[in-house]
């Protein structure tokens, strides 16, 4: 039995060792490399890309980042400026001689703050325009960054 079973493997044997010197032939080898050069290519732009779309979001954060703290140092500041002009509000009133000096005391208080917000108000609509206006051209001009290197 031993020798019918080297006999049935000798055609493997000989099979294996014909497979071992097989030569490649150039035009495979030239396709293999050409494949994994295009994927390697593929791989350094997926990557490229995905840098490029980091970098839009950094930059989108960090405006934002940067926005909030100006809108919060204008709010700080204003809250600051309507406490000072309340209490200087007050010392005036408290300087009144009469009845009718209070009411003008008053009067020309409302009448300053009434200015005072209007001036907030309009300051508060340009600025949230142009916010408005330069988020939607950094917002193009990052896709427009992303999108043109990637397509």
Known sequence: MTTET?????????????I?????????????KKTANTAKDRAAEVFAG???V?????????????????ISRNIQQAIY???EAFFSGIDKLASAKSVSEAVEIQSS?????????????KATADYLGKLAANGAKSAQDNFAKVYSKTA
Not at 9 to 17: I, L, R, S, T, V
Not at 20 to 32: K, S
Not at 109 to 121: D, H, I, N
């Open 81 to 83: 400026e309507d406490a």
């Open 50 to 52: 995905s840098e490029r």
């Open 20 to 32: 071992q010197n097989l030569e490649v032939p150039e035009a495979a080898r030239e396709f293999v």
């Open 6 to 18: 080297n006999t049935a493997f000798e055609g493997f044997k000989d099979a294996f060792k014909n």
């Open 109 to 121: 208080l409302l009448r300053s703050r009434g200015e005072v917000f209007v001036s907030r108000a």
């Open 54 to 70: 980091t970098a839009a979001v950094e930059n989108a954060v960090t405006e934002s980042i940067t926005e909030a703290g100006k």
